[in-house]
């Protein structure tokens, strides 16, 4: 069954417990000495409308060391919404990709994406939503601390997509969460 990941909202806390256990696996697996290429012969193509060097940096080398390969298709080729409808280039990617990786403006973008897509669509980033930065996050703190129930995370910056991402983490994992978003953020 196709599975997205719009939002951390849409995750159960079970889903978000077995996605850092299999993060931490695999984590320790490279750095003892590779991966297994659990995504050989599988390629994901990488759907930018906003550049970013850490997105596609870590994507694409995600992807080589589980034995796949990513795509980079950059913001000026597809012109997502525009030149080529949101509708239109998830059904042409899902006939030659195995998964979607998006990195967009709007999240309604994302939404559509996954909507007609019949592979999994990722959200790499929108307004609305930065999952897989909340997830990293999330990872770093459970290494960090042990445990994630009862941490106290406090977020002094923007109150944009990592904000919310991270508001949903807190309420999903039993994190307290105290943010401020100073004036102009």
């Known amino acids: 069954m196709k599975r997205d990941l719009l939002c951390l909202a849409d995750l159960t806390p079970e889903d978000i417990s077995i996605l850092l256990a299999l993060a931490a696996d695999l984590k320790a697996e490279c750095k003892a000495g590779g991966n297994e290429p659990l995504l050989e012969g599988k390629s994901l193509a990488m759907v930018f409308q906003k550049p970013s060097l850490r997105t596609r940096v870590s994507f694409e080398m995600g992807m080589q060391q589980l034995g796949g390969h990513a795509l980079y298709i950059a913001p000026a080729e597809i012109d997502l919404g525009h030149r080529e409808s949101v509708a239109d280039v998830a059904r042409v990617l899902s006939r030659y990709v195995d998964g979607i990786m998006a990195r967009v403006f709007g999240h309604e973008d994302v939404v ?23 997830l990293t996050d999330l990872l770093t703190i459970q290494e960090k601390m042990g445990h994630l129930t009862g941490v106290q995370l406090v977020y002094v910056g923007d109150g944009n997509n990592v904000l919310h991402s991270l508001l949903y983490a807190g309420a999903l994992t039993g994190m307290h969460v105290t943010y401020a978003t100073p004036g102009g953020l």
Do not use: F, Y
């Open 112 to 134: 559509q994406l996954a909507q007609w897509a019949s592979v999994p669509v990722i959200n790499g980033l929108s307004d609305l939503c930065h999952p897989c930065q909340g």
